[in-house]
């Protein structure tokens, strides 16, 4: 059950604040229905019939009902509880995921406050009341969204499958957008019967053509799954533990896990699990990659550009040459920055010949020179490389099972 703290907060706030805001409210509400329609595609569609009256409606009493809260401990809260719980039904009905719901609740809440911000400024009110009215907004926009999950859940309950289509729901949530959405997901997860962990890895998973489905009947209760998707995915709150009966039974799979990381983290974490299936086997040996072990290189992946800008500064001095040349002498100086040995060590690490890899360092010397002494110079021509190496190898494709 939502225990809808937002409404206390609201009735702490000076009571001439609401009186000020109230004639503002239509112009918030309508603030609200446009940037839903401009950035949620499931409500792009025009404003007419059932679906129209039921988003204008939604936005308008979100808004008045938040201002008539302001300063006013006695406002009823039963028929806006009824109100969203129906509208949970009504979107379960209609199809859609829960995902558009929440996307435009918090979307049109970010509207609403950037329409009526300047206004409470403008009144002359301290800091601390305008603190409060913000915190106070995305507390409410919360319990709003836990409310439509409920009358959501109240539909879906009527259908078949109603718990795995609760855990898919929360699953979706979660790696979507749990930030500010501790009370959605606590009452996702209630009707689920899934116990919130205060941290969990996200798993992205990879499918060779030809597998065998992913052995979901090896995973624990607690472990939440995502197999109908493009990109399917897991989350577990103990890795090591939930995912050693999988050892050998992945034939055609790979596996990456992120590290334990927050609730709210889970977007990010789930980013970073799927850069890890771009790594190559010679990378990553085996069907399970923990990016735990890869955290240097999973940087180096995070952004194509940054590594780009990063080569183009750190070695221009290539650029005269040509391609075969750059290739060359590429492997030549990663391998001495990573291992500052002598021409026999690297010649051994390349499969060349000593003289060849001297031959190699005195073009090196000629084109960087004092370049090669300087650490931070170092460094960076050590991440470029590595960055261009690793990006070379997906795009020849092989970071993708069976190569």
Not at 146 to 172: H, K, S
């Amino acid at each position: 059950m939502v225990e809808y703290r937002g409404f206390g907060m609201l009735a702490a706030l000076p009571r001439s604040l609401g009186e000020e805001l109230r004639p503002y409210t239509g112009h918030a509400a309508a603030a609200m229905v446009k940037q839903v329609q401009r950035s949620v595609t499931a409500y792009s569609q025009p404003l007419r019939g059932v679906f129209g009256r039921v988003l204008v409606v939604s936005c308008e009493r979100a808004v008045r009902h938040y201002v008539d809260c302001i300063g006013d401990p006695h406002v009823p809260h039963d028929r806006w509880i009824d109100f969203y719980r129906m509208r949970g039904r009504i979107e379960f009905t209609e199809g859609r995921s829960l995902e558009p719901l929440h996307d435009s609740v918090t979307i049109g809440a970010r509207a609403a406050w950037r329409a009526m911000r300047p206004i409470v400024r403008g009144l002359g009110v301290g800091l601390d009341v305008i603190a409060l009215a913000a915190e106070s907004v995305f507390v409410y926009v919360d319990e709003l969204c836990a409310t439509t999950i409920e009358g959501y859940q109240e539909a879906e309950a009527r259908a078949a499958g109603a718990i795995p289509l609760r855990r898919r729901r929360l699953l979706e949530l979660i790696a979507q957008a749990p930030e500010g959405s501790a009370c959605s997901i606590a009452s996702l997860a209630d009707g689920a019967g899934w116990r919130v962990p205060g941290a969990a890895a996200m798993v992205a998973l990879q499918r060779a053509p030809g597998a065998a489905a992913f052995p979901t009947h090896l995973l624990d209760d607690t472990v939440l799954a995502d197999l109908d998707t493009a990109e399917p995915y897991l989350l577990t709150a103990d890795p090591d533990t939930d995912l050693a009966p999988l050892k050998d039974s992945l034939d055609g799979w790979r596996v990456a896990v992120s590290p334990v990381v927050p609730l709210a983290d889970a977007p990010a974490a789930l980013r970073t699990a799927r850069r890890a299936l771009l790594l190559t086997r010679q990378d990553a040996p085996g069907p399970v990659i923990w990016c735990r072990d890869h955290l240097a290189t999973l940087w180096l992946l995070a952004e194509d550009f940054l590594g780009a800008e990063l080569a183009k500064q750190s070695l221009d001095p290539f650029t005269s040459l040509s391609g075969k040349q750059q290739e060359r002498l590429s492997e030549t100086l990663l391998a001495w920055l990573e291992t500052r040995g002598g021409a026999p060590e690297i010649a051994q690490r390349l499969g060349v010949h000593p003289q060849t890899v001297r031959n190699r360092l005195r073009q090196l010397e000629e084109l960087f020179g004092d370049r090669l002494r300087d650490a931070d110079d170092r460094l960076n021509m050590q991440l470029a490389l590595r960055a261009r190496r690793l990006m070379r190898a997906h795009r020849r494709g092989e970071g993708t099972p069976g190569n």
